[in-house]
């Protein structure tokens, strides 16, 4: 890497109940890195474990140095939320993210980082061509996942659930994260920049052999309704009108057309007090105007809510903020 553009790197990690895989993990990483010619640090956030993570996590800090520096949120928070804290918290040029199971190979690192800088991009994801997974609860439900991703966001990645990703810092910290979104960031950085600016490689995948997988086949739902919100941000979040508005017409013209046919029969005399289809007309119109109004402030309002940056949606320990000049592992 001796011409890749100089950086320093932060690595950010997401940890919850990994207390088997904090000593193997970190080993790994400054293995990986040894040679490493540049600046970086090592950022694991504590998802509030209770199995001792944050004691092994503690004792690495202090055994290897300040440029391992753990993070403990208060309570599970989940996966999104760690990784925006541990986003937060870096200062580096290049924020690097992966999972601490092992199962990503920090082995991969520096050529995630020699391809984003090199090749002027904004991120670097990895590609698990030889996913080491369960077939039935992780592997086929990721494919038909990932191809619905794609169909909805236009972007041709072939493994967004990959963690192991490179990201120029500078165009990451410009986006919120939350929800289940961490599977989603490609698409919301092109929300913020070109997805010319963006590509993939293969990467290294391990079966894990320590520990228990955090993620089951109930993470699927939740995963349909924050592809949702990505795909009405994408298109919509410039004119949120155009969405909610277009929804209130229909069914406010649906019920328009109700009403409308149940006046002409009142003119010619019908009782329509007691046909349920008055009810119906009602609420359509009803139901349009909240369309129109509502739900186009909700949604704004919750947006309004994260980016901000005055309410996180995580809490941590409160520790000093580093100088940037500080806590560095230094180049060999």
Known sequence: MTDTPAHRLSIVVPMYNEVDNVEPFVTAVHQALDRYPFEWELIIVNDGSRDGTQKALDEQAHLRGPHVRPIHLWRNFRQTAAMQAGIDAARGDVIVTLDGDLQNDPIDIPKLVDKLL???????????????????????????????????????????????????????????LYGEMHRFIPAWMATVTSPARMSEIPVSHHARTRGESKYGISRTLRVVLDLLAVNFF???????????????????????????????????????????LLWLGF?????????????????????????????????????PELPTDQAWHHAP
């Open 118 to 176: 090199k090749e002027d991009l904004d991120l670097v994801a990895g590609w698990r061509q030889n996913r080491q997974d369960g077939m039935f609860l992780r592997k086929i439900p990721s494919k038909i996942a990932n191809r619905l991703i794609r169909k909805i966001t236009q972007l041709e990645f072939q493994d967004l659930g990959c963690s192991l990703k490179a990201y120029r810092a500078s165009v990451l910290k410009r986006v919120s």
């Open 234 to 276: 994408l298109r919509f979040s410039g004119r949120p009108g155009h969405f909610f508005g277009g929804v209130g017409l229909g069914v406010g013209m649906i019920g328009g057309l109700i009403l409308s046919y149940l006046a002409v029969l009142k003119i010619l005399g019908q009782n329509i007090g007691g046909r349920p």
């Open 283 to 319: 609420f359509c119109v009803l139901g349009g105007l909240q369309f129109l109004t509502t739900g186009v402030l909700a949604e704004l309002l919750i947006r309004i809510y994260y980016d901000r940056g005055e309410v996180a949606p995580y809490h941590t320990s409160d520790k």
